[in-house]
């Protein structure tokens, strides 16, 4: 049962992180932009019936809830923290189900598998820290010639700056990898 250490505000007014004391997960994200994405996620199923929430995202010792932007935040904080409290903490998962859910991009080439690799260490090192600590993150969707397809998650998501400027500094820095790579959101 994940108690709430504190509540943040993220870059995009219609997200909030709950940072937690116990984790809810070992290392795998849980993204969902609906209802429907979240059937059989108990977690997220129960923050989804919640008047006003648009997407959840968590992983490890942190959640992230949108909302439409017609809610009080005060008051949906206070909706949120019910299923939340309620929700299993990562030591209950079993080793079997963290290692199912590892996701991985099919089908490369070992070039084109090494070229991934270095670019997921990019992305761990310097590019996911910074989104994770506004509530967000990027999943990669795949790597085909010089296009890295990428998904934004959690606040980053519906984030406006996300689409904007935060893709281009990332394509940006992987340009110092690979000069003519061009980053894609989908």
């Known amino acids: 049962m994940p108690k709430i250490a504190e509540i943040e505000d993220t870059p995009n ?4 992180k709950f940072v937690l004391r116990e984790p809810l997960t070992w290392g795998i994200a849980h993204s969902y932009e609906n209802a429907e994405q979240a059937q059989g996620d108990a977690l997220a199923s129960a923050l989804f019936a919640i ?7 968590y992983i490890d010792r942190w959640l992230t809830v949108t909302q ?7 008051a949906l904080v206070r909706e949120i923290a019910v ?7 990562a030591s209950e998962q079993s080793a079997a189900a963290v290692f199912e859910a590892r996701a991985s991009v099919a089908d490369l080439s070992a ?17 996911r820290p910074y989104l994770q600590s506004d509530g967000g993150d ?15 998650q959690g606040a980053c998501g519906t984030c406006p700056s996300a689409i904007s400027g935060t893709l281009q500094g990332i394509e940006s820095r992987l340009r110092s990898l690979e000069p003519d790579i061009e980053v894609i959101a989908a």
Not at 83 to 89: S, V
């Open 13 to 16: 007014p219609n997200a909030r």
């Open 51 to 57: 008047d006003h929430v648009t997407n959840v995202f």
């Open 68 to 74: 439409d932007g017609q809610a009080n935040w005060d």
């Open 83 to 89: 299923p939340l409290r309620a929700a299993p903490a």
């Open 111 to 127: 070039e084109d598998r090494q070229r991934l690799d270095d670019i997921e260490l990019v992305l761990d090192q310097e590019i």
């Open 138 to 152: 990027l999943h990669v969707l795949g790597l085909s010639g010089n296009q890295l397809i990428v998904h934004y």
